[in-house]
């Protein structure tokens, strides 16, 4: 089956750093995926990491272990903006050989000054 | 370059009727896929395009749903008759290609908040 699991909420104040994380188990994994999602709109794409390591861009970087089906969101100096929703999505081959994604529920981060 | 757009932006309807969404991708991208999120539940996947094509459908919930893409450009996706347990987010997504080695993201537009009463 496919399962991706990643916490409800977090909590953190501006100027740090948090990490956010998700697990996954997927059957044809090719690729995982973090969107940022602001309420009422449409999620944007932030990262993609297929290969184990650290993806860095600007503030945002994001880790993968395929071997442990972990991976991680880290946010460096946080800004009010930054207050969303964090989704993690893993790319699933399906059975067609196309490519769907699978997503966990989110992580709704709130920054408070 | 004009983003995924979705019309209407918010549909409510009573139980039994039909509501039609659009969605219209990216210029060029080829993919077209429909999402829909249930309060509460993660993002779950319905269907995949590629043009005109249906590549694949296993997500639709069940015959009440159907989806069109007349020419490879817009999408259509109908519930008819729409029941309660329709109501959520439907969000389309388009990326300009899928093959097992593409990188290519998925853009998603900003969704149709649908409420069945």
């Known amino acids: 089956g496919q399962n991706i699991d990643q916490p409800t909420e977090m909590t953190a104040t501006e100027g740090a750093i948090v990490q956010i994380n998700c697990t996954y188990q997927?059957?044809?994994?090719?690729?995982l995926f973090w969107y940022q999602q602001h309420a009422g709109e449409a999620p944007t794409f932030l990262s993609y990491?297929?290969?184990?390591g650290l993806e860095e861009k600007g503030r945002f970087s994001s880790f993968l272990s395929r071997s442990k089906g972990y991976s991680y969101l880290l946010l460096k100096e946080l800004q009010m903006k930054d207050s969303a929703s964090y989704l993690c999505?893993?790319?699933?081959?399906?059975?067609?050989?196309?490519?769907?994604?699978?997503f966990g529920t989110g992580t709704r981060l709130l920054v408070s000054p | 370059e004009a983003g995924v757009t979705q019309f209407p932006s918010h549909s409510v309807i009573e139980k039994g009727q039909t509501v039609t969404l659009r969605c219209d991708p990216i210029?060029?991208?080829?993919?077209l896929y429909w999402y829909r999120r249930v309060m509460g539940k993660e993002i779950k996947f319905l269907l995949h395009?590629?043009?005109?094509?249906?590549?694949?459908e296993s997500g639709m919930p069940n015959n009440r749903f159907l989806a069109e893409r007349t020419g490879g450009t817009y999408s259509t996706l109908k519930v008819q008759p729409a029941e309660l347990e329709d109501s959520g987010v439907y969000f389309c997504?388009?990326?300009?290609?899928?093959?097992?080695?593409?990188?290519?993201?998925?853009?998603f537009g900003p969704g149709t908040r649908l409420t069945v009463t």
């Open positions: 997504a388009s990326s300009q290609a899928s093959g097992f080695a593409s990188t290519y993201e998925q853009y």
């Open positions: 997927t059957s044809g994994f090719n690729g």
């Open positions: 990491n297929v290969l184990d």
């Open positions: 999505a893993v790319r699933d081959r399906g059975n067609t050989g196309f490519q769907k994604l699978v």
């Open positions: 210029s060029g991208h080829d993919n």
């Open positions: 395009f590629v043009k005109e094509s249906k590549q694949d």
